[in-house]
């Protein structure tokens, strides 16, 4: 299912945080959003899974005008794992994923064996199956960051926001995560910091500064000295990693 996002704006009291921004995911491809702090990424995305309105612009998913749709049609067709993953209310850990099943139930219909089959199925893959029975907010903060991975596969979408997955995560969890997704083979937007990380998983790059799209791209195009002394303000150098063949980046001082 392809996203496409056209001239899309938000500004908060005459501040400009995401200006006409235009971007396309397109069929099965995972793409990433890269930028410095503060630069809009989160605030991109919010408007695209709808939970700020913001000022122009559509987004367009399959067929579906997102911005139009209401929030059930939307999460039936697109899962989100947001940067912060808070609840004031406790619910276990099972309870947590299984609320990834609720866009696929009319009003009132109860959890069936296919439901609690699925929930299971998605807690195995992260690996939290023995952790099912515990209130979500006794987790670390990896944990809930998988029990929020875990909800999102329980909910099947045709179509996923990262915004920033591996945060919390250790390098085993964040390799376990980008993998899983990827093995999902649908089209997935994500916000990623760690450079490396995107240019292995990522088809295709997006580069955000102040609230813009200043360049986009392959990897291979868009992570190299030039581009990332520009945005980043750090000098590196980039070279071939001798070991897996891929890009590597060495991070010398900031400007
Ligand atoms: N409702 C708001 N009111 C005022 N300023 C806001 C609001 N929402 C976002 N901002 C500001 O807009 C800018 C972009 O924020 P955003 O969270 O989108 O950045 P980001 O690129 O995701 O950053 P990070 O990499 O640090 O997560 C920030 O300076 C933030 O303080």
Do not use: W
């Not at 005459?14 to 959003?33: C, H, M, P, T, Y």
């Not at 702090?37 to 605030?43: A, F, P």
């Not at 406790?90 to 139930?105: A, I, L, Y």
């Not at 893959?125 to 909800?151: D, F, M, P, W």
């Amino acid at each position: 299912m392809q996203l496409t996002v056209d001239n899309l704006s938000f500004s908060v009291q005459n501040a400009d945080i995401v200006r006409d921004i235009s971007l396309q995911v397109r069929e099965k491809q995972f793409v990433g959003l890269i930028g410095p702090n503060g630069c809009g990424k989160s605030t991109l995305l919010k408007s695209i899974y709808k939970v700020i309105k913001p000022q122009h612009g559509s987004v367009m998913l399959g067929h579906t005008d997102l911005l139009r749709s209401s929030p059930k049609v939307t999460a039936k067709q697109m899962g989100v794992v947001g940067q912060f993953n808070e609840l004031s209310f406790d619910f276990t850990v099972r309870e947590m994923v299984m609320m990834g099943r609720t866009p696929h139930k009319k009003l009132l219909e109860t959890d069936n064996a296919k439901d609690e089959q699925i929930v299971e199925k998605a807690l195995e893959k992260v690996q939290l199956t023995g952790h099912a029975g515990r209130n979500y907010t006794s987790l670390s903060g990896g944990e809930k960051q998988r029990v929020i991975l875990a909800r999102v596969l329980a909910q099947q979408p045709e179509f996923l926001i990262l915004d920033e997955p591996t945060n919390h995560l250790d390098i085993k969890y964040q390799l376990q995560i980008l993998n899983i997704v990827r093995g999902l083979d649908i089209g997935i937007l994500a916000a990623l910091h760690d450079l490396e990380l995107a240019a292995v998983y990522c088809d295709y790059l997006y580069v955000v500064k102040r609230g813009q799209v200043v360049v986009h791209g392959t990897p291979a195009d868009i992570l190299t000295r030039e581009i990332i002394g520009e945005v980043f303000e750090v000098d590196c150098e980039i070279y071939q990693n001798p070991v897996t063949g891929g890009l590597g980046i060495a991070y010398l001082s900031t400007r």
